[in-house]
């Protein structure tokens, strides 16, 4: 016969030894780019480099993409370049993927106030995207690595979803400093209106000397493969074969 063992806490109080344990919960750590959303949206339209063109010029020398082309902006945040080459080219199709929802539903806005039909945007991880192998024909990354940490991981997805002669073209700044700014300008603002959470961003952005950012790309067996610096941005340019 089941019984409750109980022990005498004084006289005429007791209490259930096998009463459920509380349940601890872990909070995820908070994100700055859901919460200050609209400081790097300013960052990465009104200050970082515009790359339109050279992205134009390195994936259709000839400039025009065929109406088959697929783009994919990775870690697309408000969907600078998705929306600027789906506004150039209509005849193309372009999806931007990032993790936060707050830029991934900023940028769904300005897409559809620019009634861009051919443009669209996913939440999601970049380290482990849903889309099948060989989905798209080029894609772009822009300041990816400056906080992501699985970085070999990150350029196998890339390879993974080219398709074959497909194309990447990557943009990642040299110096830490200014590509820490709107990392900073974000804790900034949580300490002034008191949050105290921890984050799951870096509390500085991580830059690539150029030899190991060589090398990263040079994880994958691309068919070709370009590097080169220009000021104070670093860029790879990749074919698969």
Known sequence: MNQVAKTILSPGATVAVNQPCPVTVVEKPDSLFERFAWIYIFCREKVFRDDTGRIVRA?????????????????????FYARALAQRFGQISVLGVDSSKELVKYAREKAAEKALHNCAFAWGDVLNLPQPDKSFSQLVAS??????????RAVGEIFRVLNSGGKCFVAE????FSASIPLWTMRALARVNGYSREYREPVKATVLPYLHFCALFATQPWARMKTWRVGRYQYALCEKG
């Open 59 to 79: 994936f259709w020398p000839a400039g025009e993409p065929p109406a088959s082309s697929k783009v994919l902006e990775l870690g697309c945040g408000p969907g």
């Open 143 to 152: 300041r990816l690595f400056t906080i992501l940490s699985e970085r070999e």
């Open 173 to 176: 700044p040299r110096f830490a």
